[in-house]
Structures are given as structure tokens and as C-alpha cells.
């Protein structure tokens, strides 16, 4: 069964940086892209941005560019997302989730369990 | 950028219906999908290509897109039902390409 297996919480100073890995399995990982979608406590869902297994193109929501960096290593079929230059307003659930699409649009049908970045002086 | 519009709340009775309504400019020509979540919880993909139901998720659950309006409809409203929900759609009309979520809107089961 597809599964997405997400690395665990992280507390981070302002300023700082953040990793969070996001370990694929049941699926061919290069068949498919991989979104980042973050939740502030309270808030709704932003989508931060995606990354094909297959070829490693990303795309960025255009508030995050210059911040973010997704990456994927397709020996381990494992999915990176890097967050430079924390603000406290970063805080918030962070998750992964599977990209399917058609000719026409793509979603997002498989997510990892969240992890909790906290930035906090 | 794109905007999706969704109500802040619904609340409907066990075995009545909700519909929760997704609205954005010419939405009728995009494809939208539906995101399920409880608290505490990742969210669950319900329903994506307007209509189409993932396996696994009831046939109570069903979705219409036409003109400005998204629409999931919750026919025979259960307590597991209870949760937020959320629409979203691939906006590529701007310069920008983007994933745009809705604002979300909680079900509260009477």
C-alpha cells in the first residue's frame, strides 16, 4: 500500500533552517510528483510548492521563492523540503503528499502523517 | 492570483444532506478536488476531477462543478463526517503557476 513516512518534529530559532524528508514506498516513486502543503495552527492549508520524482522539476508558490527548496533522491525514493530564514509565522504542520495527474490537472491522493516545525526564539 | 471561496461553517442533522459550495471565477472550467480532514489528522483526498470518488470513500459523497460554483454534496450525513473540508484547484492563469486551496469549511453534525 502507498505510504508516505515523514520525519519528526523539529523546533527551529528564527533565522534558521529546517529539513523535513518524506520516505515513499508501495508506489514507483518516479512515476509520480511529490506536493508540500503546510497548516498553521488553526489556519487552512497552503500548498508551499511541488517537485517531479521523475525529472526533479520544481515549482514554487511565488511567496516562498528564494526560501524553499524541494529535492528527491530517487535511491531511496525520499522527498526533501528545505525552509531557509524561519520566521516565526513558519510555524505550522508541514506535509508531503503523492501527485497524480492527467492531461488536465494533477492532486494530490496520498499524504504523509505532518510534522510540526516550531519557530521559537 | 486565484481566489476560492468557501463558507466558514455548515452544520446539518445526521442523515440530512450538506452541501458545501467552492466558489471562484469561471471555476466550471477548471478541475476541482476535495480534501476531507480531522482534527489532528492529514487530509484525505475524497473526491478529485469534480465528480470522481477515490476507492474507499462512500458513494455518499459526490461532487458538481458548474460556473462559478464547486459543489460537494454529503448525502446521508453521518458523525464520522464531521471534519473540514477543502477545495482546490490548479490555477494556470496567471504568470505564476499554483495549487490553490479554498478557505475551508468546518461540518458540525447536530
Known amino acids: 500500500q502507498v505510504q508516505l513516512v515523514q520525519s519528526g518534529a523539529e523546533v527551529k530559532k528564527p533565522g534558521a533552517s529546517v529539513k523535513v524528508s518524506c520516505k515513499a514506498s508501495?508506489?514507483?516513486?518516479?512515476?509520480?510528483?511529490i506536493s508540500w502543503v503546510r497548516q498553521a495552527p488553526g489556519q487552512g492549508l497552503e500548498w508551499m510548492g511541488w517537485?517531479?520524482?521523475?525529472?526533479?522539476?520544481?515549482n514554487y508558490a511565488q511567496k516562498l521563492q528564494g526560501r524553499v527548496t524541494m529535492t528527491t533522491d530517487t535511491s531511496t525514493s525520499t522527498a526533501y523540503m528545505e525552509l531557509r530564514s524561519l520566521r516565526s509565522d513558519d510555524t505550522a504542520v508541514y506535509y508531503c503528499?503523492?501527485?497524480?495527474?492527467?492531461?488536465?490537472?494533477?492532486?494530490?491522493?496520498?499524504w504523509g502523517q505532518g510534522t510540526l516545525v516550531t519557530v521559537s526564539s | 492570483s486565484y481566489v476560492l471561496t468557501q463558507p466558514p461553517s455548515v452544520s446539518v442533522a445526521p442523515g440530512k444532506t450538506a452541501r458545501i459550495t467552492c466558489g471562484g471565477n469561471n471555476i466550471g472550467s477548471k478541475s476541482v478536488h476535495w480534501y476531507q480532514q480531522k482534527p489532528g489528522q492529514a487530509p484525505v483526498l475524497v473526491i478529485y476531477y469534480d465528480s470522481d470518488r477515490p476507492s474507499g470513500i462512500p458513494e455518499r459523497f459526490s461532487g458538481s462543478n458548474s460556473g462559478n460554483t464547486a459543489t460537494l454534496t454529503i448525502s446521508r450525513v453521518e458523525a464520522g463526517d464531521e471534519a473540514d473540508y477543502y477545495c482546490q484547484v490548479w490555477d494556470s492563469s496567471s504568470d505564476h503557476q499554483a495549487y490553490v486551496f479554498g478557505t475551508g469549511t468546518k461540518v458540525t453534525v447536530l
Open positions: 517537485i517531479s520524482a521523475y525529472n526533479g522539476n520544481t
Open positions: 508501495g508506489y514507483t516513486f518516479t512515476s509520480y510528483g
Open positions: 503528499a503523492r501527485v497524480s495527474c492527467s492531461s488536465t490537472s494533477c492532486y494530490q491522493d496520498y
